[in-house]
């Protein structure tokens, strides 16, 4: 009796150490690849859509850049893109997805700040990186060890936006219009409106609308009565061309700071000659005179047809950098060593500028004043 127990409990503990060897196999077979696999989860289609467009261009102009050049170590990379339509939960869903199924080795995106908000601490906690591209609000670094952005935050943006702009058109007061119910526009509107008082600027009106809005009327009224000298903007392109036409329908013709809402030329073609003469910061400015920057302007004009916006750029720059820490850690299928090799990562120079991650994983660089002038951005002078 007593060895047929010893036997059985033998027989068992063989099945659960083949059982345990044939997991580790199949995780080692998964996670045997021959590619860098990464994820992006952007805003595909919806209101948003050409910030998340733009941004998959500026992915696939980067990665065929590297795979043409032999890919890293001698394998390409992928990407595997996702559409969170600009919605939480769908990059959430998004994030799982590539993590447990796709096995990717680290994320890019999501393109909105309320989406990274959700998705940031999802990625953190499986230990995977994840990389903002245009996240500017303030505390995505700080979301977690393994949480990080290229997108220079607001915060680096906007005091050097109002200082410049007070300093050319010598407004002295101004109205803050923005939408409260999104982190990004109501983190931006904060930084605006400290940097117009510490300047001393006086805000003679604050208003605030909600993402989907499609009429301001009722804000611009008030605005309009108040008489400041400029409007001042914290929005999404969508809101801001609707909120833009009807300020200028209504007569206020003064002049216009926006936030980072602003950069993408989906706003112009949406309001038209009521963007014209705007004002938004900018760590990318395409006409700037760098070998880098004019390269990477000529071949995403070949591909695509139209000079890189902020967002393609920023994704560009994106990549590359993946691409810098994928080369360090040298192991596609190692996620912390990924992970240690970007937050090493100094003086990367990027289309976009010269990149160091701050110990959050913040980007520090420096922007440039733009202003929209017939559909292209110009620098403010
Ligand atoms: C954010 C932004 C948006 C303008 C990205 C498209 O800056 O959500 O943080």
Do not use: C
């Not at 007593?2 to 196999?25: D, E, I, P, Q, Y």
């Not at 001698?74 to 799982?96: K, Q």
């Not at 909105?112 to 940031?120: D, I, L, T």
């Not at 060593?337 to 160091?356: C, H, K, W």
Request: glycine fraction near 10%; proline fraction near 4%; avoid cysteine.
């Amino acid at each position: 009796m007593k060895s047929v127990r010893v036997v059985a409990f033998a027989v068992a503990l063989v099945a659960v150490s083949v059982a345990a060897a044939v997991a580790w196999l199949g995780t080692e077979a998964a996670y045997a690849q021959s590619a860098w696999r990464f994820g992006a989860v952007l805003v595909l289609s919806g209101d948003g859509a050409a910030y998340g467009n733009s941004q998959r261009e500026g992915l696939e102009l980067a990665r065929d850049t590297i795979n043409a050049a032999g890919g890293i170590l001698g394998m390409p990379v992928e990407i595997i893109f996702e559409d969170s339509r600009g919605e939480r939960t769908e990059a959430v869903n998004a994030v799982l997805k590539l993590i447990n199924r796709d096995r990717v080795l680290a994320i890019i995106g999501p393109t909105y700040s309320p989406e990274m908000f959700a998705a940031g601490p999802v990625a953190d906690r499986a230990r995977t990186t994840i990389m903002g591209i245009s996240t500017t609000a303030v505390g995505i670094g700080e979301i977690g060890d393994y949480v990080f952005r290229n997108s220079l935050p607001e915060e680096g943006v906007i005091p050097t936006t109002i200082r410049v702009s007070k300093e050319k058109l010598g407004y002295r007061t101004a109205a803050l219009l923005y939408s409260n119910n999104n982190d990004f526009t109501k983190s931006a509107a904060e930084t605006f409106e400290r940097e117009l008082r510490t300047n001393g600027v006086e805000l003679v009106a604050i208003e605030t609308f909600h993402d989907g809005d499609t009429d301001f009327r009722a804000q611009l009224t008030k605005v309009l009565q108040a008489n400041p000298d400029v409007l001042v903007v914290s929005a999404l392109y969508k809101e801001a061309a609707l909120l833009l036409q009807q300020a200028r329908q209504l007569g206020l013709d003064q002049p216009v700071v926006g936030g980072n809402g602003f950069n993408s030329p989906e706003l112009y073609r949406l309001a038209g000659e009521a963007a014209e003469g705007a004002i938004v910061g900018s760590p990318w400015f395409p006409g700037r005179d760098d070998p880098l920057v004019q390269d990477f302007v000529a071949r995403y004009q070949e591909r695509y047809g139209r000079v890189p916006d902020q967002f393609a750029a920023q994704a560009y720059d994106g990549l590359m950098l993946f691409a810098e820490a994928a080369r360090r850690s040298g192991n596609p299928t190692n996620r912390q060593a990924f992970r240690d090799a970007l937050a090493q990562i100094r003086n990367f120079e990027g289309v976009t500028g010269v990149f160091s991650f701050d110990e959050h994983g913040n980007p520090m660089m420096d922007a440039t004043i733009l202003q929209l002038r017939g559909g292209e951005y110009v620098e403010f002078k």
